[in-house]
């Protein structure tokens, strides 16, 4: 389900996956099939995970990930469950054919 709140969704990003529901920042981002696509992505994710683990993981990888780089933009795209979600964004047939746990492949 696509909710639309510019206040859920933080500053600098225009869409989260918070299963099961996708929060965009702008009713207009609802066609945007590539951004809905990434955030579907996500979900499957979050799914894998049984939803909270992933959050834990989520969080812990990009706390490493923010030491190893000294970046915060650079941390977050280098978090595996976002290498695999940009990587195949334009895919729009890709959760058809991913495979269980794909993200393990992007750490």
Known sequence: MILI??????RGYTGLAVFP???LKYRE???DKVLINHEKIHLRQ???LFI???????FVEFLFRLIQFRNWKLAYRNISFEREAYKNEKD???LK???FW??????
């Open 5 to 10: 709140s510019k206040y859920l969704v933080p």
């Open 46 to 48: 979050q799914l894998e």
């Open 29 to 31: 981002l609802k066609w």
């Open 92 to 94: 729009l047939n890709y």
């Open 21 to 23: 529901f996708v929060f």
């Open 97 to 99: 054919s991913r495979s």
């Open 52 to 58: 909270f683990p992933f959050y834990i993981l989520y």
């Open 102 to 107: 794909e993200f393990l492949k992007y750490y």
